[in-house]
């Protein structure tokens, strides 16, 4: 099993969000950066498959800055082979642009898989990984929450409104991982330490802007503070004519 | 000119609710642009409902025919809709970021090699090109963007756009349109429907969440009543506690790493309001908290808040519901 997984550091979930000064992006002072969470998931699943396999190779790709050598590191520890970081300051807000770079990098490579989180908890494109199927010309199947590979093909369920796609695929193919699908390993010391040593590539990527021009970044809507309606089950019909009359709701 | 194709759901022959929304969305593009809406369903043969499309905006409904576009299929809806897109030169193809939107959207745009802004909650024509706002980390800001492609993509976040009539003169005329058949690689083999009557979390007008202050998974119970006695209409969501927990499905969770909900009403059940929560149901309309703890989060950006037992509270709030419904 040959598998690529590609990854993205985003700022932890955990983060306030403050606007830098052009007011078109994130202020990171004092952000803590993290490996994606749908793509532990994608990391998790490609050390389960060549575990399985008994034999293959698990390689990092992911576009980011300098800074994302450790979120590759930190994908490394969990017990990836080894890790390609296409070097860019600015990640242009454009997935498709981005996918290009990707499939530049996974083209003529001949994985057996190649995964992706569902989605970056950033930017919230949910795009590349299918945009990176469609590129290659490779079999796709998004937000997988269930997997099983048999020989040459596999079998994904996804979630849809109200029920489940059971999906049929032929090998290679890429996946994009939904929470649910496993549950990622926490990386252990030898695994660190040995993440040290392995082979990490950083190649200079150049991405144009593409077709989307950011104009701000803007806090979200202020939500006025609440009312406290009352306290105990005597508030509920109180709460009950305000969602009529007032919010009118009801 | 037809300046606005929306791509539109169905399911088992009967156009998806969602579908007003994206034509809603349309129009109101197309009026920017100064242009028609062209509304496009794949189907097995006539779709449910499309007659329905003119009192939205549509000005023109296409159903393009193939025995294979029964229910999604990823490759041959993507070509189907990526080769009408091209022939039709549109200035905006619009989808919903439903399920099936958030996987059929990136496909056509890498065909079409275009940009796509996807799970959009407002849109608008400034100076003759198509902006979009987009919420960005989890909801807490917001990412107003200006599209350059050609057609422009969007997917419109599912609940956001409310459908709003706006009858066109005539009946939109109706265009079938047979399109060849193509074996796709990806092919689904079965749909297993949730629970009867279920709705999803992600499109239900009325979500009402559960968090660990339910103290057992039987207890959700209680909220699966009062959304019965909002008559169907109303979804059963969760935090992610309980979801990591095991009480609740992942297809329910609410919140960062769950689904992002904008219902009517969302009603929080003994849940704090972590900011992950939070960031997956700010953007609904009008937000009910209950909690025994009136120090919590859920308490700040909420409307209206009842501190207390909940076990008292919610069976006496299904009470009231159901009288209203009676």
Not at chain 1, 81 to 109: F, H, M, W, Y
Not at chain 1, 214 to 242: H, N, Q, S
């Amino acid at each position: 099993m040959k598998i690529a997984v590609c990854i993205k550091r985003v700022p932890d979930s955990e983060t306030r969000v403050k606007i830098a000064p052009d007011g078109k992006s994130l202020d990171e002072a004092g952000v803590k950066f993290v490996l994606n969470p749908y793509d532990e998931f994608a990391v998790e699943e490609a050390l389960r498959r060549k575990e399985q396999a008994g034999a293959g190779e698990v390689v990092i790709v992911c576009l980011g800055p300098a800074a994302a050598q450790e979120t590759i590191r930190s994908a490394l520890a969990m017990g990836a082979d080894r890790g390609v970081l296409l070097q860019t300051d600015k990640i242009p807000a454009d997935g498709l642009e981005v996918a290009k770079a990707l499939a530049a990098e996974l083209n003529d490579g001949e994985w057996d898989l190649i995964l992706f989180g569902k989605m970056a908890i950033d930017d919230y494109n949910h795009q590349v990984g299918p945009m990176v199927a469609e590129l290659l010309g490779l079999p796709c199947v998004t937000a997988v929450a269930r997997l099983d590979l048999a020989a040459g093909t596999g079998t994904a369920e996804r979630e849809i409104e109200g029920g489940i796609e059971v999906v049929e695929f032929p090998l290679p193919a890429v996946l994009t991982t939904e929470k649910g699908l496993n549950e990622p390993r926490y990386p252990a010391l030898k695994g660190i330490m040995a993440a040290k040593k392995k082979p990490l590539a950083t190649k200079p990527v150049a991405l144009s802007t593409g077709g989307i021009e950011v104009l701000a970044l803007l806090p979200p809507a202020e939500r006025k503070e609440g009312r406290i309606v009352g306290e105990g089950p005597d508030a509920v019909p109180e709460l009950v004519r305000l969602l009529r009359e007032d919010a009118k709701v009801l | 000119m037809t300046a606005v194709l929306a791509v539109l759901e169905q399911r088992d022959g009967a156009l998806r609710k969602v579908s007003h929304e994206v034509v809603t969305g349309a129009r109101r593009l197309a009026d920017g642009l100064g242009g028609a809406v062209e509304a496009l369903i794949l189907g097995t043969g006539p779709v449910r409902g499309t007659d329905q499309l003119a009192k939205y905006g549509a000005d023109k409904v296409v159903t393009a025919t193939g025995a294979a576009f029964g229910s999604y299929a990823p490759e041959g809806f993507a070509r189907a809709v990526a080769e009408h897109a091209k022939a039709g030169e549109y200035l905006v193809v619009l989808f919903a970021a439903s399920a099936t939107g958030k996987d059929l959207a990136p496909r056509v745009a890498a065909r079409l090699r275009v940009a796509l802004a996807m799970d959009v909650t407002d849109v608008a024509v400034e100076g003759g090109a198509v902006t979009a706002t987009r919420p960005v980390y989890a909801g807490k800001a917001l990412l107003r963007v200006k599209l350059g492609g050609a057609p422009a993509i969007l997917a419109l976040r599912p609940s956001v756009f409310t459908p709003v009539e706006r009858p066109r003169p005539g009946a939109a005329a109706t265009v079938a349109l047979d399109v060849p058949e193509g074996g796709g690689r990806v092919v689904v083999k079965q749909v297993k429907a949730a629970a009867a009557g279920a709705v999803d979390v992600a499109e239900a007008p009325i979500v009402i969440s559960g968090g660990r202050g339910l103290k057992e998974p039987v207890n959700f119970k209680l909220l699966e009543e009062l959304a019965r006695a909002f008559g169907g209409s109303a979804a059963v969501g969760a935090s992610r506690a309980v979801v990591d927990a095991g009480w609740r499905p992942h297809a329910d969770q609410v919140g960062q790493t769950g689904k992002t909900v904008s219902p009517t009403l969302y009603i929080a059940v003994g849940i704090s309001g972590a900011i992950q929560h939070l960031a997956g149901m700010r953007t609904s309309k009008v937000i009910v908290a209950i909690n025994k703890d009136k120090d919590a989060p859920i308490f700040k950006i909420c409307d209206y808040g009842i501190v207390g037992d909940l076990f008292e509270i919610v069976p006496k709030l299904t009470d009231e519901i159901k009288k209203l419904h009676g």
